[in-house]
């Protein structure tokens, strides 16, 4: 539908509303913050309708879309560093610089968890996201971010680890 | 190299129903709105089909070979400027070396005509460089 001058527009809708929101959060969840999230998400859709001729379909167009939202907030993390999360060792003081943001409301261990994704390395945390919360197979997250399996099975029990620590020291 | 451990399988039950992220009212419908404002929906997508990759390989053979032929021309140049005065000195030299030694040699060979008909050089009040210059 993209790619037919008269359905262009309907096409791109129905994309958008198909994606959007898979997108947005996974996106939300690497960078933390509503408006950081919002800008990548944005440039995201805008490269998809730019370059959807190129899509090769050697995998699924949610596939393909995925690699370039967390391509997108990747380079953003990279260049930007607005919110250097990961560098801050200390709990309390990651949760003070979270809680800035005003669509972030979080307590309990459920903060807890929250806190210590961000203080993961981003692709720890990436991979931790897309197992954890969007329960995506090791095949697809390995067609995302271009690694092998048996990558990212050790990067997944790094992080599980990292943050069980993190919640075990919270109840203790 | 296992799945969530059990704390984090529990929590994972809880965050169904996490609200710790939040978004602005009506964010979804909107941001729909907002990328295709951003984007200028008449533009056309990318759909070029990728241009074969030039051979690139031809400009160099085809650089080579006019490098050479240059080369070749200059060497050309370089080697029949230095052949010139060469010959030039070698007539030189023979000139001077008839004229040194023009009192032996004998000019009876240069005449085409009947001995009879020659004068008698003896009997001509000629000077021999007087005759290298009738001659030359």
């Given amino acids: 539908m993209i790619q037919r001058p008269a359905t262009r527009e309907?096409?791109?809708?129905?994309?958008?509303?198909?994606?959007?929101?898979?997108?947005?959060?996974?996106?939300?969840?690497?960078?933390?913050?509503?408006?950081?999230?919002?800008?990548?998400?944005?440039?995201?859709?805008?490269?998809?309708?730019?370059?959807?001729?190129?899509?090769?379909?050697k995998s699924s167009l949610a596939t393909w879309i995925y690699r370039i939202a967390h391509n997108e907030a990747l380079s953003y993390l990279r260049t930007h560093k607005r919110h250097p999360l990961e560098d801050i060792s200390d709990h309390h003081e990651r949760m003070e610089l979270m809680c800035e943001d005003p669509y972030f409301d979080a307590d309990g261990a459920l903060a807890t968890l929250h806190v210590a994704?961000?203080?993961?390395?981003?692709?720890?945390?990436?991979?931790?996201?897309?197992?954890?919360?969007?329960?995506?197979p090791y095949a697809q997250i390995a067609e995302v971010l271009?690694?092998?399996?048996?990558?990212?099975?050790?990067?997944?029990?790094?992080?599980s680890k990292k943050i069980e620590s993190s919640l075990r020291e919270s109840i203790t | 190299m296992t799945d969530p451990t059990p704390i984090l399988d529990q929590l994972r039950q809880a965050s169904a129903d996490d609200t710790s992220y939040q978004l602005p009212p009506d964010y979804m419908v909107n941001l729909t709105s907002d990328i295709v404002d951003r984007l200028e929906v008449t533009d056309t997508p990318s759909q070029k089909?990728?241009?074969?990759?030039?051979?690139?390989?031809?400009?160099?053979?085809?650089?080579?070979?006019?490098?050479?032929?240059?080369?070749?021309?200059?060497?050309?140049?370089?080697?029949?400027?230095?052949?010139?005065?060469?010959?030039?000195?070698?007539?030189?030299?023979?000139?001077?070396?008839?004229?040194?030694?023009?009192?032996?040699?004998?000019?009876?060979?240069?005449?085409?005509?009947?001995?009879?008909?020659?004068?008698?050089?003896?009997?001509?009040?000629?000077?021999?460089?007087?005759?290298?210059?009738?001659?030359?």
């Avoid at chain 1, 203080?119 to 969007?134: E, H, I, N, S, T």
Wanted: with cysteine.
């Fill in chain 1, 10 to 57: 309907a096409g791109f809708r129905a994309l958008l509303s198909a994606h959007q929101e898979q997108v947005y959060w996974q996106v939300r969840r690497m960078v933390h913050d509503h408006s950081t999230a919002d800008d990548v998400v944005q440039e995201v859709f805008i490269k998809v309708y730019r370059h959807i001729g190129k899509f090769a379909k």
């Fill in chain 1, 117 to 136: 994704i961000q203080g993961l390395p981003v692709r720890q945390k990436q991979v931790f996201c897309m197992r954890y919360f969007d329960e995506m």
């Fill in chain 1, 146 to 159: 271009e690694l092998s399996v048996g990558s990212l099975k050790a990067s997944y029990h790094h992080a």
């Fill in chain 2, 49 to 136: 089909p990728r241009q074969p990759k030039r051979p690139y390989w031809i400009y160099i053979c085809l650089l080579g070979g006019f490098l050479s032929v240059m080369i070749y021309q200059q060497w050309k140049q370089d080697t029949s400027s230095t052949k010139a005065p060469m010959a030039d000195s070698t007539d030189e030299i023979m000139e001077d070396y008839l004229v040194d030694h023009s009192d032996w040699i004998d000019l009876s060979d240069l005449y085409t005509v009947p001995e009879d008909d020659l004068y008698n050089l003896e009997d001509l009040d000629i000077s021999t460089d007087d005759l290298l210059d009738i001659i030359y």
